[in-house]
């Protein structure tokens, strides 16, 4: 059988292409690691590399959205018990009020303590973030949580000025946390307060007084009602903290096993790349040496 030069040629220039690009194709896999350099070359591997991928990316998110949670509720919780204590040191000057062996003079004096709890309180409530939104409103965070109309009567002058709907963010699969607080129903210890500051204020005050020892019950009432209320609020956080601390473990073990298969799926096998490497150089230059070889035959060489 004859074999015509072109045709010779061309199965040999189609031989040397094919070797050439196999050479490159590994090269390129053993330069960058992954064994996969396009989506044919394992398209059932490329999809699973291509799920990983997405649910790493949220799991991710996730963990990105728990840490800003954590910080936000830490935020909270100090500045809820920041004002449970405040509202202790009141209660126990509302307590030494009660004593009806104060003269005036302690009374008046003890105002001005009440005064600066309260208004800290009254501060707290209405703290903002550092982008600018008041922390305890609820969603209305472009509004203070504590209005004050300074024109009202003692005991009528502190209002809640926000909402107590609620922002979830999603920190797992099908899971959401509150990202908010509000302080509702704290202006109730506030008017209370305010009005005992009102009445211990006054010039010749009697503890022994039923008016002023009813003005002094009702704050002491409303300090451990505003106390509880709060603290309420702090130990949901503590038991907040304590679920995304899990859950924060938990995705950082899903993560680890993602990282993991992708490696798997992606990376390339040095050791096989190498032989299968070698074993095409070779082939590739077996095939320039037989080209060569038989370029320089002709019929004559066998006459």
């Known amino acids: 059988m004859r074999v015509a030069s072109s045709q010779y040629q061309s199965l040999i220039n189609i031989s040397l292409q094919q070797?050439?690009?196999?050479?490159?194709?590994?090269?390129?896999?053993?330069?960058?690691?992954?064994?996969?350099?396009?989506?044919?070359?394992?398209?059932?591997g490329n999809v699973r590399i291509s799920r990983l991928t997405r649910e790493q990316a949220m799991v991710t998110q996730y963990q990105d959205n728990i840490a800003t949670v954590k910080v936000r509720l830490l935020k909270n919780e100090n500045y809820l018990t920041s004002m449970v204590t405040d509202m202790g040191q009141a209660r126990d000057l509302l307590v030494w009020a009660a004593d009806g062996g104060n003269a005036p003079d302690d009374l008046n004096a003890?105002?001005?303590?009440?005064?600066?709890?309260?208004?800290?309180?009254?501060?707290?409530?209405?703290?903002?973030?550092?982008?600018g939104r008041y922390m305890f409103s609820g969603t209305d965070t472009d509004k203070p949580a504590i209005a004050f109309n300074p024109a009202a009567a003692p005991g009528l002058r502190y209002t809640?000025?926000?909402?107590?709907?609620?922002?979830?963010?999603?920190?797992g699969n099908g899971v959401t946390q509150a990202a908010n607080v509000d302080v509702d129903k704290l202006e109730v210890w506030l008017n209370k307060i305010d009005q005992a500051i009102d009445t211990l204020g006054k010039p010749g005050v009697s503890p022994n007084d039923?008016?002023?020892?009813?003005?002094?019950?009702?704050?002491?009432?409303?300090?451990?009602?505003?106390?509880?209320?709060?603290?309420g609020k702090i130990a949901i956080f503590g038991g907040a903290q304590n679920i995304l601390t899990t859950l924060s473990g938990n995705l950082a073990n899903v993560s680890l096993s993602n990282d993991m298969a992708l490696s798997d799926l992606k990376k390339t096998d040095m050791g096989a790349a190498a032989i299968e490497l070698n074993g095409y150089q070779t082939a590739l230059q077996a095939t320039y040496k037989a080209y060569a070889k038989v370029g320089t035959l002709s019929l004559f060489d066998l006459l």
Do not use: C, F
């Open 19 to 44: 070797n050439q690009e196999r050479i490159n194709y590994l090269t390129q896999q053993m330069a960058s690691g992954l064994r996969i350099q396009l989506p044919s070359d394992d398209p059932i």
């Open 110 to 131: 003890m105002t001005q303590s009440l005064i600066a709890m309260r208004d800290s309180v009254l501060y707290t409530a209405n703290l903002k973030d550092q982008e």
């Open 160 to 171: 809640y000025n926000g909402n107590t709907a609620t922002q979830t963010v999603v920190v």
């Open 210 to 231: 039923p008016a002023v020892r009813s003005v002094v019950g009702a704050a002491l009432d409303g300090t451990d009602d505003g106390m509880d209320l709060l603290s």
